[in-house]
């Protein structure tokens, strides 16, 4: 039986206006969103801010993670007009920083890393100015795929390790905790002054310990930004809430995270790995000496 949501979940009604209008423009240019294909809780919020965080590749993932509500299958060809289609979106939007994310497509290649670099180079040759975020997944390993995206220069390689070790067979059975650690390591060993960030979700059933175990192995391999934020059960059919946590045990961790030396932590019940992304790299950037050459 599924549990009522605790009180501290309450959420005002999202912006109708603001949110046909994103719909109207995403449907219109046939993009997708995580947004909305992963029943984000905080699409009023970004929508009515006029900011959302992209799915490029699709919206049918070759993998089959138990926590995600994105729809698992035989994804359909790339659309080769998709970044051309979200180049416009950036501008019509006016976004001066543009997460992008992906469905797992381990049907290509190279996992889609040449779409995500041509997405980035495209978003920087329209306008320099404007950021990008890079949330991907994990290529299998390939650290040739992952180079192809980190010499894209994105102004953040986001992947989230998402749980902890012991609860990936039932929660990401296709992943690997250590190749998904192993990825922010090399990221920063291609590209020293790459700003790292990851996600990781509670209330699956890890333990305190667990957590702040998983926090340090992401500071040992030099990750800057950590979101942490409550699991919710998309559907009867996805892998049970075990735990709600309570705010000030989030409150916790950003405290906890900023001690282990994290240049930006958000941790909240409501916290997803893209929500507010702008103004975590800000934190990141005041505390961070610049790297030379880097935007
Ligand atoms: S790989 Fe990503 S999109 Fe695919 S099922 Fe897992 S979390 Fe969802």
Not at 181 to 197: H, W, Y
Not at 255 to 269: D, E, I, Q, R
Request: aromatic share 6%.
């Amino acid at each position: 039986m599924r549990q009522r949501l605790p009180p501290w979940f309450t959420k005002k009604m999202p912006e109708a206006a603001a949110m046909s209008r994103m719909e109207a423009l995403t449907r219109g240019l046939r993009l997708h969103t995580i947004c909305e294909s992963a029943l984000c809780p905080n699409q009023g919020d970004c929508f009515s801010q006029g900011t959302a965080t992209f799915l490029l590749l699709g919206n049918v993932c070759t993998r089959n993670c138990t926590f995600c509500a994105v729809a698992k299958g035989v994804p359909s060809p790339v659309d080769v007009e998709e970044l051309e289609h979200l180049a416009e979106a950036v501008v019509r939007l006016g976004l001066n920083y543009v997460v992008m994310t992906s469905v797992t497509r381990d049907d290509l290649p190279d996992g889609g890393a040449s779409h995500f670099a041509e997405a980035i180079a495209q978003i920087k040759h329209q306008n320099a100015a404007v950021m990008s975020e890079v949330l991907i997944p994990d290529f299998c390993g390939s650290l040739s795929s992952l180079r192809t995206v980190v010499e894209a220069q994105p102004s953040v390689t986001n992947h989230n390790v998402e749980t902890v070790p012991r609860l990936y067979p039932e929660v990401r059975p296709r992943a690997d905790f250590r190749r998904s650690l192993g990825l922010l390591r090399q990221a920063k060993e291609i590209d020293p002054g790459i700003v790292t960030k990851s996600g990781l979700m509670v209330g699956l059933g890890e333990t305190v310990e667990e957590l702040v175990w998983t926090m340090e192995q992401l500071r040992q391999v030099d990750c800057d930004l950590l979101t942490i934020g409550q699991y919710l059960q998309p559907s009867p059919h996805h892998h049970p809430v075990v735990r709600y946590v309570p705010p000030e045990e989030f409150r916790e961790y950003e405290v906890l995270g900023t001690a282990m030396g994290f240049s930006g932590v958000a941790s909240a019940p409501l916290v997803r790995s893209s929500f507010n992304a702008s103004q975590l790299y800000e934190k990141t950037l005041a505390r961070r000496q610049p790297v030379s050459g880097r935007s």
